[in-house]
Every structure is written in structure tokens, then in C-alpha cells.
Nanobody
Framework: QVQLVESGGGLVQAGGSLRLSCAASGRTVSSYFMGWFRQAPGKEREFVAAITRSGSSTYYANSVKGRFTISRDNAENMVYLQMNSLKPEDTAVYYC????????????????WGQGTQVTVSS
């Protein structure tokens, strides 16, 4: 199995940028299809972005398309989420997740989760 630890969250003004990192340990991250999810207070956990094992394909929620970029470095066992043009509605706890499946956009399709990192965007 794999252990995931997120970092890089914080407080940023609207229009700003943050880069989230997800460090994997245990089994190599290249074995997994990886995703980022987020959960705001009182809301369900929602899909943000995902990336195939090789990094050749990426997928995004409509709400973040064109603003966020998911990437991975399998040699370093890392996954990243570059977030630009942040909006107050992006405020949430962001989670890195791994699945043994070949694809996944729903939280229940993922087997392993990090503890989350808080992102707060002020207006």
C-alpha cells in the first residue's frame, strides 16, 4: 500500500496561486492512478483533478479547468496540483488520493488518502 502526505496549503488572496504537493511513501506512486479532491465545510468531497500512471493524460472538474494543473514525478514519488487564479469558492481542504483502478472521478473509487491540506482564498 501507499502512504500519502499533502503540503503546500495556506491563505492566499483571490487571483493568487498555490502549489500543492503530495508525497508518497511505501509502494511507488507510479503504480496508481492519482487524484486530487477537495471538501468545503458542509459540502461533499468533490473531484478536482486526476492523472494517469504515466502522466500522459489528465482530467479536471469543469470548475477548475484552465486554472489548475495536475502533474506527477514518478521518480520522486510526488504528485502536484498547481492552482492559479484562485477564487474564494476554491476554499476547502484538499486531499491527495490513489486508486488501483485505471480511472476514477468519484471519491469512493480511491483506495488511499492523505490527511488533507487547508486552502483558504480571501476575497
Amino acid at each position: 500500500q501507499v502512504q500519502l502526505v499533502e503540503s503546500g496549503g495556506g491563505l492566499v488572496q483571490a487571483g493568487g496561486s498555490l502549489r500543492l504537493s503530495c508525497a508518497a511513501s511505501g509502494r511507488t506512486v507510479s503504480s496508481y492512478f492519482m487524484g486530487w479532491f477537495r471538501q468545503a465545510p458542509g459540502k461533499e468531497r468533490e473531484f478536482v483533478a486526476a492523472i494517469t500512471r504515466s502522466g500522459s493524460s489528465t482530467y479536471y472538474a469543469n470548475s477548475v479547468k484552465g486554472r489548475f494543473t495536475i502533474s506527477r514525478d514518478n521518480a520522486e514519488n510526488m504528485v502536484y496540483l498547481q492552482m492559479n487564479s484562485l477564487k474564494p469558492e476554491d476554499t476547502a481542504v484538499y486531499y491527495c488520493a490513489a486508486t488501483r483502478n485505471d480511472y476514477g472521478r468519484s471519491w469512493y473509487e480511491y483506495n488511499y488518502w492523505g490527511q488533507g491540506t487547508q486552502v483558504t482564498v480571501s476575497s
